[in-house]
């Protein structure tokens, strides 16, 4: 089982009202929710740790994970309030105000952390658990406890705007990318966490060189780029769709990479350790595939198995 660890919340998307101005309508949402329904939509064994709210949008966010298989026996149920992440649509590009004080996600702390049981088998971490304590110290305690012997993915997801401490920030997403078998970053990620006039490509080499088997690079319209260890490269072009919204898009990207290497039976600690560029490729291009399905829906709602294959 893939278990995804972080956070679910509700995005309030903007929708016109019928007195013709904008209002908001709660969808179910969150970077790694987004990726654990679209494994449960895959057919992927996936399960989710998270902190769930026993308010009415948690009792949302537990019903939509039920309804795409996705198993909640480690989410850690609180009375707390839902994570709320008020969307700005601009030629349907996302940015995201939150309010996140005190909620049943981000309150999470080590202590919460549950024994995971031996079906899992492969950890998925990023997003904004990362970035704001003290969730954010939780996944990584998580990380550093079970990691070790289970295929780590991390998706950072980067969110500045939601850090008070920088610098704890950088060592924090450092420290998890060391620990980390495969890592995707966009470019606005990778710019930010390897500041400096260098290319890309030797910004994606410096993370490599903190221990990951592969660094995945989006670039938006420009397709993605693979970058192994050995020195190979892929790329892979970015699928043509009519885009509606860009929301859940590299949610479901990272879910389509995930789904299609634990079917190529890819994904333990030493395949990925030693992943060829035609497995990487396969698995971008599976990922890119289901990624140009999700924009062409309003918000995050990603294709269900049959709709893909």
Known sequence: MILCCG?????????????????FVPHVGGAIFNTAIALGRLGIPTGML????????????????????????????????????????????????????????????????P????????????????????SADAYIALLKAEGAHRPVMIDPNI???LVDNIPAYRSRLEGAIRLADL???????????????????????????????????????????????????????????????TVGAGDTFNAGILAQLFDAGKLTKTAISDISPKALQSAVEYG???????VTRAGANPPWRSEVD
Not at 7 to 23: K, V
Not at 212 to 230: D, N, Q, W, Y
Not at 288 to 294: E, Q, S
């Open 183 to 245: 890592v995707k970053v966009s470019d606005e990620d990778l710019e930010w966490l390897v500041p400096g006039p260098s290319s890309l490509k030797s910004k994606a080499t410096a993370l490599l060189e903190l221990g990951p088997a592969a660094v995945i690079l989006t670039r938006g319209a420009e397709g993605a780029t693979g970058h192994l260890k050995s020195g190979a490269e892929i790329q892979v072009p970015a699928v043509r769709a009519k885009v509606v919204d």
């Open 7 to 23: 956070e679910a919340l509700i995005d309030m998307i903007p929708t016109p009202t019928l007195a013709g101005s904008e209002g």
């Open 159 to 161: 969110r500045p705007g």
């Open 115 to 134: 024994t995971l049981t031996t079906d899992v088998s492969v950890l998925y971490l990023g997003g904004i658990s990362l970035a704001c304590e003290p």
């Open 288 to 294: 890119a595939k289901v990624a140009a399905i999700t």
């Open 50 to 113: 998270t902190g769930l709210s026993t308010d009415m949008f948690g009792i949302q966010l537990a019903a939509a994970l039920k309804a795409s298989h996705v198993d909640t026996s480690h989410a850690v149920v609180s009375n707390r309030p839902t994570t709320l992440a008020f969307v700005q649509l601009n030629g349907g590009q996302a940015t995201y105000n939150f309010v996140d004080e005190g909620s049943a996600g981000r309150m999470l702390t080590p202590v919460d952390m």
